[in-house]
């Protein structure tokens, strides 16, 4: 096997290749691989003025911009899993990341943006084309879904190039495919050192949210990056949440249902056709 591995997404995103390539194949498919990945980081990053994200988060109530595919995509589902999840799920959590000094903003405009609760569920509507209008104060952030996103769209660039087996990890999101098992460590929450369970993955994503690295004291208050939009409360708990689904996009976003939800069964799971476990 051969492995490479690049910044982005916020964290370490490592491909693995199975297959025995040439130099100028395996060249070639890494290269495919992290293009697809800094595709999506260029699209959708809260950080870059650029972005199809931080352009929505400028846009004025009514006005409405176009997207590209990909951010298109990623929209649609978000808002899919807002409305099916009734608000647990919910991109509109920017504005108490700010608050919080989890993302960069002005505490000024936190006020005049809706956190995603239930009032103001819907604070943005996209077309069939692309086209985003906003139709309620809100910022937006879709590192809940994103970097799920961007491991599958590596993974679409290795099979467009023919790779028969690989597995694409994004800081613990993962999705593996071909005839090869992937061994994965799931950290204990409580003990974020050691590890709680190992699972065998083989044609599959899994992704695992927890607390445990972005948990801090604000103001007297412990905050974490999970927010509960609907509660304005962040998730401080020593708990993960670790679910399996046929995509990592799918399985990234559903981490959120589960841990705000605390039910590993939850209804929706099968929906998406998905398992989880919570330690």
Not at 241 to 253: E, I, K
Request: proline share 3%; net charge negative.
């Amino acid at each position: 096997m051969k492995r490479r591995a690049q910044p982005w997404l916020g964290t370490l995103v490592e491909v693995t290749l199975a297959d025995a390539l040439g130099d100028a194949a395996t060249a070639c498919a890494f290269d495919a691989a992290f293009g697809a990945v800094a595709e999506v980081h260029r699209l959708m990053s809260y950080h870059d003025a650029a972005s199809d994200v931080a352009q929505i988060n400028r846009m004025a109530v009514g006005s409405v911009i176009r997207v590209d595919a990909h951010t298109a995509n990623v929209i649609h589902m978000a808002l899919h899993l807002n409305a099916v999840t009734d608000g647990l799920f919910d991109i509109g959590c920017a504005s108490k990341l700010v608050e919080w000094g989890y993302l960069p903003g002005s505490t000024e405009k936190i006020a005049e943006t809706s956190s995603g609760n239930a009032a103001n569920r819907i604070s943005l509507h996209i077309d069939d084309a692309g086209n985003v209008r906003k139709i309620a104060p809100v910022l937006i952030d879709l590192g809940g879904i994103a970097k799920g996103y961007a491991i599958d769209a590596a993974i679409n660039a290795l099979q467009a190039l023919g790779i028969a087996s690989a597995c694409v990890n994004a800081g613990g999101d993962l999705r593996v495919f071909g005839e090869n098992a992937y061994p994965v460590m799931i950290r204990d929450p409580r003990a974020p050192t050691q590890i709680a369970a190992r699972i065998e993955l083989k044609n599959a994503a899994l992704a695992t949210s927890g607390s445990y690295f972005s948990q801090k004291t604000v103001l007297g208050h412990e905050r974490s990056a999970l927010v509960n939009c609907g509660r304005g409360n962040a998730l401080v708990d020593s708990v993960s949440a670790t679910v399996q689904a046929a995509d990592c996009m799918t399985a990234d976003a559903l981490t959120k249902l589960v841990l705000l939800s605390a039910d590993p069964r939850h209804p929706l799971l099968q929906q998406f056709g998905a398992t989880a476990f919570i330690i």
